[in-house]
């Protein structure tokens, strides 16, 4: 059962070579160092070879079923839509 107080966070992380990685976490910024290799878990196997990563987009959500529902929605995106809601977010980050 999910704690009422813990929240979750889907997030887009954009990786070195330009390409965009989807997942969940109960922090952001642990998250992030994490898939930099420098939290205490090694990341995503796909981010390794990947860094640095860096998340630029993040939707929070009270159920970790929730954020794992729109973590497979965005997953199934283009990148095309991913920059969109990227940039909708955040309208200083630069379109690549």
Not at 25 to 41: A, C, D, F
């Amino acid at each position: 059962m999910d704690n009422l107080l813990e929240r979750y966070y889907v997030y887009i992380a954009l990786c070195s070579d330009g390409t965009y990685y989807t997942g969940y976490t109960t922090n952001i910024s642990v998250r992030e160092s994490e898939h930099n290799g420098t939290g205490k878990l090694p990341g995503a196997k796909y981010t390794r070879s990947r860094r640095p990563v860096r998340i630029l987009y993040s939707e929070k959500f009270g159920t970790k079923s929730l954020a794992m529902r729109r973590e497979t929605e965005i997953k199934k995106l283009d990148k095309q839509k991913k920059e969109q809601l990227i940039s909708a977010s955040n309208p200083q980050t630069p379109q690549r």
